[in-house]
C-alpha cells in the first residue's frame, strides 16, 4: 500500500488523540496525555512515529475542533494555533472542522443514504453537522446544538432561547433535575418517622417522575430538531451519537414519535449514528482534500 494517507487530529482538555486514516478507515492511533505545555512538540513526535509505522506517505493533518460546550461556535484561535505549530514542525499542510461536522461527514463517509444527511452527539453539550452533496454545509456557521426548537424556550449561554443543547446536553437535563430534586420538601424530624416509609415512595415516584419528564422534553427536542433539518435542508436521515450507549436508546422513541407527529412524511429517519471515536477523525479527513 503506497497510496497516500492523512492523519487526523483530536484535541481534548486532558489529551490529543492521533490517528492515521486509509480511505475511510483508522490504520493507526497515538494518544498523548496533555501536561500543559510543549504540547506541539509532543504532538509533531506522535506524528513522526505514526509515519514510520505508516504504510504509505502521509499528506496532511485534518484537526477535529471541540468547540466549549456551553458557548457553542466559541473562539478557535487557540486550537487553529496549535494545528499551524504543528503543521509547521511536521511540514504537513493542515485543515480542520468542528467536530458536529467531522461526525456527519463521517458517518455520510460510510453510509449508503442518499440525500442530505445530518448527525447529532449528545455529550456535556449538544453538537452536529449536515453534509449536502458530500460537503459538510457551512461547518463554521451551522451548529446544530443551537437550532431552536421553541422560540419563548430556556435561555441559552450561546444568547438564543430554546436551543436543542437547552433540552438534550447532559449539562441541560443534569440541570434541571436538580431543579425538580430541590422543589422536593423534605419532612419535619418530628414528622420523619411517621411519614418517611410514605414519603420515601413518594419520593422514588417523583424521581420517576422527573426522570420522565427530562427524557420526554429532551426527546421532544431532538424530534422537532430533526424535523427542522428535514425542512430547511431535506435531510433524510438524522444519526445520533450518545456518550453513553443507552441515551440515545431512551431519547429516540419519543423523539421519532414528536417528528412524525408534527412533520408527518416529511419527518427525516432517526437513528443511532453507526460509528464510534472513528467517525470524527474519518469526517475530519474527508474534509481535507
Ligand atoms: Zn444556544
Given at each position: 500500500?503506497?497510496?497516500p494517507?492523512?492523519?487526523a487530529?483530536?484535541?481534548?482538555?486532558?489529551?490529543?488523540?492521533?490517528?492515521?486514516?486509509h480511505r475511510h478507515?483508522?490504520i493507526?492511533t497515538r494518544r498523548l496525555?496533555?501536561e500543559?505545555?510543549?504540547?506541539?512538540?509532543?504532538?509533531?513526535?506522535?506524528?513522526?512515529?505514526?509515519?514510520e509505522?505508516?504504510?504509505?506517505?502521509?499528506?496532511?493533518?485534518?484537526?477535529?475542533?471541540?468547540?466549549?460546550?456551553?458557548?457553542g461556535?466559541?473562539?478557535?484561535?487557540?486550537?487553529i494555533?496549535?494545528?499551524?505549530?504543528?503543521?509547521?514542525?511536521?511540514?504537513?499542510?493542515?485543515?480542520w472542522?468542528?467536530?458536529?461536522?467531522?461526525?456527519?461527514?463521517g458517518?455520510?463517509?460510510?453510509?449508503?443514504?442518499?440525500?442530505?444527511?445530518?448527525?447529532l452527539?449528545?455529550?456535556?453539550?449538544?453538537?452536529?453537522?449536515?453534509?449536502?452533496?458530500?460537503?459538510?454545509?457551512?461547518?463554521l456557521r451551522?451548529?446544530?446544538?443551537?437550532?431552536?426548537?421553541?422560540?419563548d424556550?430556556?435561555?441559552?449561554?450561546?444568547?438564543g432561547?430554546?436551543?436543542?443543547?437547552?433540552?438534550?446536553?447532559?449539562t441541560?437535563?443534569?440541570?434541571?433535575?436538580?431543579?425538580v430534586?430541590?422543589?422536593?420538601?423534605?419532612?419535619?424530624?418530628?414528622?420523619r418517622q411517621?411519614?418517611?416509609?410514605?414519603?420515601?415512595?413518594?419520593?422514588?415516584?417523583?424521581?420517576v417522575?422527573s426522570?420522565?419528564?427530562?427524557i420526554?422534553?429532551?426527546g421532544?427536542?431532538?424530534?422537532?430538531?430533526?424535523?427542522?433539518?428535514?425542512?430547511?435542508?431535506?435531510?433524510v436521515?438524522?444519526?445520533?451519537?450518545?456518550?453513553?450507549?443507552?441515551q440515545?436508546r431512551?431519547?429516540?422513541?419519543?423523539?421519532?414519535k414528536?417528528?412524525a407527529?408534527?412533520y408527518g412524511?416529511r419527518?427525516p429517519?432517526?437513528v443511532?449514528?453507526?460509528?464510534s471515536?472513528?467517525?470524527?477523525?474519518?469526517?475530519?479527513?474527508?474534509?481535507?482534500?
Amino acid at each position: 500500500m503506497t497510496e497516500p494517507l492523512l492523519l487526523a487530529i483530536d484535541v481534548r482538555p486532558g489529551r490529543i488523540v492521533l490517528a492515521t486514516v486509509h480511505r475511510h478507515r483508522v490504520i493507526d492511533t497515538r494518544r498523548l496525555e496533555r501536561e500543559g505545555c510543549d504540547d506541539a512538540a509532543r504532538t509533531a513526535a506522535g506524528i513522526a512515529l505514526l509515519r514510520e509505522r505508516a504504510p504509505g506517505p502521509i499528506v496532511g493533518l485534518a484537526g477535529v475542533w471541540r468547540p466549549e460546550a456551553r458557548l457553542g461556535l466559541a473562539d478557535p484561535r487557540g486550537f487553529i494555533a496549535l494545528l499551524e505549530d504543528v503543521g509547521a514542525r511536521t511540514a504537513l499542510p493542515t485543515s480542520w472542522l468542528p467536530h458536529g461536522a467531522a461526525l456527519a461527514l463521517g458517518e455520510w463517509s460510510r453510509s449508503q443514504v442518499e440525500g442530505p444527511l445530518a448527525a447529532l452527539a449528545l455529550d456535556v453539550g449538544v453538537a452536529g453537522g449536515v453534509v449536502l452533496d458530500g460537503r459538510a454545509f457551512a461547518p463554521l456557521r451551522l451548529d446544530l446544538g443551537h437550532v431552536s426548537v421553541d422560540p419563548d424556550g430556556l435561555k441559552c449561554a450561546c444568547g438564543g432561547r430554546g436551543c436543542l443543547h437547552t433540552y438534550a446536553s447532559e449539562t441541560a437535563m443534569q440541570l434541571l433535575a436538580r431543579d425538580v430534586e430541590s422543589s422536593l420538601e423534605l419532612p419535619s424530624p418530628a414528622d420523619r418517622q411517621q411519614v418517611m416509609g410514605s414519603h420515601l415512595a413518594a419520593r422514588q415516584a417523583e424521581k420517576v417522575r422527573s426522570t420522565h419528564v427530562l427524557i420526554a422534553r429532551a426527546g421532544r427536542a431532538m424530534g422537532l430538531a430533526a424535523g427542522h433539518l428535514a425542512e430547511a435542508f431535506g435531510v433524510v436521515e438524522v444519526r445520533v451519537r450518545g456518550r453513553h450507549p443507552d441515551q440515545w436508546r431512551v431519547l429516540s422513541a419519543t423523539a421519532a414519535k414528536v417528528a412524525a407527529d408534527v412533520y408527518g412524511e416529511r419527518a427525516p429517519r432517526l437513528v443511532a449514528a453507526e460509528s464510534s471515536e472513528d467517525a470524527f477523525f474519518v469526517g475530519a479527513v474527508a474534509a481535507h482534500s
